[in-house]
């Protein structure tokens, strides 16, 4: 059963490849260009989004910002590995060095911007005033509040220079195409890398709302207050684009139901804290059932671990409760490889998780109100190890149950 779920869970993520995705999408649309051409891959799918982008284009810049664990030199193309889910040094040279490069575009030139999940991170432009220290500040803040993504979103791109439509601005009068791959539940382009090619979420007073909402306004650093308390300038329209969605969660939840084959598709994305989507799961029947989405951590402990572990490590716990026996098999995983700041996708867990757990010394309980679900699941010989997988489209979960 645990094969079974990996399969399964494997069919989702090769769904989702980068490389397919720009190809299908500049086979039906050829690049065209006057002037100069950049490509612009930035994002955790960015390297296999950019070979796909240069066999169907030729003398262009090429530039690919992507994460640490997913980058490699290629003749091809510039390529920056930066930081992830926290921006540091080298996503901030990226972002620098990109600007310069949109900023010496004139009329006539393009920019194709290939476009993945983690772009927000990878990519850190912070508005004057404001240091990338105090950005990874908020960033901290935000990851461990419980925020849903889009309210992340619409609070990063009032403190950026590039996220929210600031690309578009700073390319300006150049075109921009930009090719987007969704890790964002609902697919709402504006939220996917903070939407560096489309008009932001909102306004610095909803991100301000929001910060207080969540209690937290009086922990950010004092400039990104400054900033979001000063009224936004006027600004001319924001010039228009061209974005197209290639790939996304759903799109890979309908290839895991083509191998499981006789299985349930859960209605609607799993989203929400761990809590509830883990009693969501267990309402399921027997058989095979699949789901799609995001969940939220609200962090209250000092463990490690990520959002997908702990949904795994919720289930287990609720199935023993609940009397589930041995004849289940649970997997959560986020398609790009990593869940929070760890090395595991996710966890993989079972009716003998928790035994195997108790006989290494740990007590899952514990370890729960710790956070520390990836401890957990190591002890147990659950955690859900892939590697970078060079694609993002959220998280994906299979349920298999006698």
């Given at each position: 059963?645990r094969?079974?779920?990996?399969?399964?869970?494997?069919?989702g993520v090769?769904?989702a490849?980068?490389y397919?995705a720009?190809?299908?999408a500049?086979?039906?649309?050829p690049?065209t260009?006057?002037?100069?051409l950049?490509?612009?891959?930035?994002g955790?799918a960015?390297?296999?989004?950019?070979?796909?982008?240069?066999?169907?284009?030729?003398?262009?810049?090429?530039?690919v910002?992507?994460?640490?664990?997913?980058a490699?030199?290629?003749d091809?193309?510039?390529v920056?590995a930066?930081?992830?889910?926290?921006?540091d040094?080298g996503?901030?040279?990226s972002a620098r060095?990109v600007?310069?490069?949109?900023?010496?575009?004139?009329q006539?030139?393009q920019?194709?911007?290939?476009?993945?999940?983690?772009?927000?991170?990878?990519?850190p432009?912070p508005?004057?005033?404001?240091?990338l220290?105090?950005?990874?500040e908020v960033?901290?803040?935000?990851?461990?509040c419980?925020?849903e993504?889009?309210?992340m979103?619409l609070?990063?791109?009032?403190?950026?220079?590039l996220k929210?439509?600031?690309?578009l601005?700073?390319?300006?009068?150049?075109?921009v195409?930009a090719?987007?791959?969704?890790?964002?539940?609902?697919?709402?382009?504006?939220?996917?890398a903070s939407g560096?090619?489309?008009a932001?979420?909102?306004?610095?007073?909803?991100a301000?709302g929001?910060?207080?909402?969540y209690?937290?306004?009086?922990?950010l650093?004092?400039?990104?207050r400054?900033h979001?308390s000063?009224p936004?300038?006027?600004?001319?329209?924001?010039?228009?684009a061209?974005?197209q969605?290639?790939?996304?969660n759903?799109i890979?939840?309908?290839?895991?139901?083509?191998?499981a084959?006789a299985?349930?598709?859960?209605t609607?994305p799993?989203?929400?804290?761990v809590?509830?989507?883990?009693e969501?799961v267990m309402?399921s029947?027997?058989?095979i059932?699949l789901?799609?989405?995001?969940?939220t951590?609200?962090?209250t402990?000092?463990?490690l671990?990520g959002r997908?572990?702990?949904l795994?490590l919720?289930?287990a716990?609720?199935?023993?409760q609940?009397g589930w026996g041995?004849g289940?098999v649970?997997l959560?995983?986020?398609t790009?490889g990593?869940?929070?700041?760890?090395?595991?996708?996710g966890?993989?867990?079972?009716?003998g998780?928790?035994k195997?757990?108790l006989?290494?010394?740990?007590?899952p309980?514990?370890m729960?109100?710790?956070?520390?679900s990836?401890?957990a699941l190591?002890?147990?010989?659950d955690?859900l190890?892939?590697?970078?997988?060079?694609?993002?489209v959220?998280?994906?979960q299979?349920l298999?149950?006698?």
């Amino acid at each position: 059963m645990r094969d079974r779920a990996l399969e399964i869970f494997k069919a989702g993520v090769a769904a989702a490849d980068p490389y397919q995705a720009v190809d299908r999408a500049l086979k039906a649309k050829p690049v065209t260009a006057s002037g100069k051409l950049l490509v612009l891959a930035v994002g955790k799918a960015a390297m296999r989004m950019a070979q796909a982008a240069v066999e169907h284009v030729s003398g262009a810049e090429v530039i690919v910002i992507t994460n640490y664990e997913n980058a490699k030199d290629v003749d091809y193309a510039k390529v920056f590995a930066a930081g992830h889910p926290v921006p540091d040094d080298g996503g901030a040279k990226s972002a620098r060095y990109v600007i310069t490069k949109l900023q010496a575009l004139g009329q006539g030139d393009q920019v194709l911007a290939l476009i993945s999940g983690g772009g927000s991170a990878l990519m850190p432009a912070p508005s004057e005033g404001i240091t990338l220290q105090d950005k990874a500040e908020v960033n901290r803040l935000l990851l461990s509040c419980g925020a849903e993504i889009g309210e992340m979103n619409l609070i990063r791109q009032q403190i950026s220079d590039l996220k929210g439509g600031g690309l578009l601005r700073i390319a300006a009068p150049a075109q921009v195409r930009a090719l987007i791959l969704s890790d964002v539940v609902g697919d709402d382009l504006r939220l996917i890398a903070s939407g560096p090619t489309v008009a932001p979420v909102g306004t610095r007073e909803q991100a301000v709302g929001l910060l207080k909402s969540y209690a937290i306004w009086d922990d950010l650093p004092v400039s990104v207050r400054a900033h979001l308390s000063t009224p936004a300038p006027e600004l001319p329209p924001l010039p228009q684009a061209e974005n197209q969605l290639v790939g996304s969660n759903p799109i890979s939840v309908a290839a895991m139901k083509q191998v499981a084959g006789a299985a349930t598709v859960h209605t609607g994305p799993l989203t929400g804290d761990v809590a509830q989507a883990a009693e969501i799961v267990m309402k399921s029947g027997t058989g095979i059932t699949l789901f799609g989405g995001e969940t939220t951590v609200k962090l209250t402990g000092t463990g490690l671990g990520g959002r997908n572990q702990e949904l795994a490590l919720r289930v287990a716990l609720l199935a023993e409760q609940q009397g589930w026996g041995e004849g289940w098999v649970f997997l959560s995983g986020g398609t790009d490889g990593r869940d929070g700041p760890c090395d595991a996708a996710g966890g993989i867990v079972d009716g003998g998780t928790l035994k195997r757990m108790l006989d290494a010394g740990v007590s899952p309980e514990d370890m729960l109100a710790n956070n520390d679900s990836y401890h957990a699941l190591q002890a147990a010989g659950d955690l859900l190890m892939t590697g970078a997988t060079g694609t993002n489209v959220a998280d994906l979960q299979v349920l298999i149950r006698r």
